[in-house]
């Protein structure tokens, strides 16, 4: 008994985090493939979170100024900066950016949150006129985001 | 003969001084350029990100037409306009206002020597021309086949000159205004490597790619 209750738990350890967020409207989430969260709109937008590790360990305005001057070092061009408290009290950074893909203009957006040793990154992408049409959306859904455990 | 002899020696100087210096009595680039206001042609660009490319080509258009201007160019990403220069400021703040503004530049090109000079050339070889057609009167054949193909020659150079002329002040007159709704082909990601392991990992094209 004791060996299944271990074996859960080294399970669910592997899984990772579980990530919330209410769906963003025009999204629906995309699961084959892509961990526990993508999400996806009919026309392309897609959405995908993932973790890295807090190291060095910091804080969420020195990632986000890292990432700021990371992306701007590339060639991105900066679209928008929002800061906001998701409904649970996490801390997070939206950056959008712009960078030409093709014969298009995409926007890339990148939102930060840091719990402890993680640093949860959502990205989204899309082509401009398509991502402009749901940013609204988007960034109300991630007020509701949860990096989980 | 006497005549053709007076062209054949005359002409090429003349000519020449043309080139050089305008005729006694009338006024040099100088005199000209000090005398009222400078003549400046203005090249702008605006590069914007726009949700709606046709509400906001629709808009300049209007812009445009309420500025006193008119466009040159109207493509899907792309508008070539001409408007008065007073009105560059304003139109290119409105437009502004439409979307995100990737870039943007204003050029002012002073073009007031340049049009003195070629007014002053263009004077000096109408003077020329009609020194040329008083030969006429009392040439002989030769003298005056002579003095035809000098003219045609000068006619030609009138030609290109108040063409040259006619464009510069055609520039003055109405500012260049680009107005484009995508990114320059120069502008490309490039490759900078972070100390930061993870921030190497934003990337558009992993990040589409690997969806």
């Not at chain 1, 963003?24 to 961990?35: A, L, S």
């Not at chain 2, 209007?62 to 070539?80: F, I, M, N, Q």
């Not at chain 2, 204003?106 to 049009?115: C, S, V």
């Amino acid at each position: 008994m004791r060996w299944l209750l271990f074996a859960a738990v080294a399970l669910c350890a592997a899984c990772g985090p579980t990530y919330r967020m209410d769906a963003p409207d025009g999204f629906v989430k995309y699961t084959k493939g892509h961990g526990q969260f993508a999400w996806t709109t009919a026309d392309g937008v897609r959405v995908k979170a993932r973790d890295v590790k807090n190291e060095p360990k910091a804080e969420l305005a020195f990632w986000t100024d890292a990432t700021q001057r990371h992306l701007t070092a590339r060639g991105y061009t900066k679209k928008s900066e929002r800061c906001f408290t998701t409904r649970a009290g996490a801390k997070g950074c939206t950056l959008e950016w712009l960078a030409p893909r093709g014969n298009e203009d995409w926007v890339f957006a990148v939102t930060l949150f840091v719990t402890g040793e993680r640093v949860t990154l959502v990205e989204a992408a899309g082509p401009f006129a398509r991502y402009v049409a749901v940013e609204a959306k988007l960034a109300k859904a991630l007020e509701t985001f949860d990096p989980g455990l | 003969m006497r005549a053709l002899l007076i062209v054949m020696l005359w002409l090429p100087t003349a000519l020449q001084a043309a080139e050089a210096t305008p005729l006694p009595g009338h006024p040099t680039r100088t005199d000209e350029s000090e005398r009222g206001a400078r003549q400046t042609a203005i090249d702008a660009s605006l590069t914007l990100k726009v949700a709606h490319p046709d509400q906001v080509r629709r808009l300049v258009l209007d812009l445009t037409k309420a500025a006193g201007g008119y466009p040159t160019l109207v493509s899907d990403g792309r508008l070539d306009l001409r408007v008065p220069p007073q009105q560059v400021d304003a139109l290119l703040a409105q437009v502004s206002q439409s979307g995100l503004v990737l870039a943007r530049t204003l050029q002012r090109n002073d073009r007031t020597e340049t049009i003195a000079d070629l007014q002053a050339r263009l004077r000096t070889k109408r003077d020329i021309f009609q020194r040329l057609r008083a030969f006429l009167d009392d040439s002989n054949v030769a003298a005056t086949l002579k003095v035809e193909r000098s003219m045609t020659a000068l006619v030609t150079d009138l030609e290109q000159l108040r063409g040259t002329l006619e464009l510069e002040e055609a520039n003055v007159r109405n500012a260049a205004v680009r107005i484009t709704f995508q990114f320059h082909q120069e502008r490309r990601v490039d490759q900078v490597v972070s100390p930061f392991a993870w921030l190497n990992t934003l990337d558009l094209e992993q990040f589409v790619g690997g969806f």
